[in-house]
């Protein structure tokens, strides 16, 4: 069940984003997402229901918010301390970065590294601060055979 309204609430997510750009889409899926999920952790029954939908509601529109006013510059800087942190930091230690030009910033945080059969994967942590406010994920990305890291999970 939990599950099911989940799944509706990403795809009803997806349909409020409409034809924005894919930054703003991205956030949007992304905090209806993370808010649906913190929304069922609340409760029990139906109540936990109501609070995932308004949880998934109230992130997707704080995502879109956050998607849409980040740049080009935002994403290559966030991507590359992604990549580097995911590669060579230790658990536990943040790397940042920041956009100079707009004062955009983020730090990324690996928390625990594992082994699959497919091979290494890291848990993380990570956030973005835009004029002021401050969303928070977190997820799973696992090293892919070309040596890049590919997010597979993201709350």
Partial sequence: MKTKVIASLLIATSLMSGCENPKQT???????????????????????????SVGGVLGALAGSYIGGQLDKADKAAAAKTAQTCLESTPSGKTSEWVNPDNGHRGN????RTYETAQGYCRE?????????????AFGT???????????IEAK
């Fill in 26 to 52: 991205i956030g949007t899926i992304g905090g209806g997402a993370l808010g649906a999920w913190a929304g069922s952790t609340i409760g029990g029954g139906t109540g936990r229901i109501v609070a995932a």
């Fill in 124 to 136: 993380f942590q990570q956030t973005i601060t835009i004029g002021g406010k401050t969303e928070k």
């Fill in 108 to 111: 990324f945080t690996p928390l």
């Fill in 141 to 151: 990305a696992c090293r892919q055979p070309d040596g890049t890291w590919k997010i």
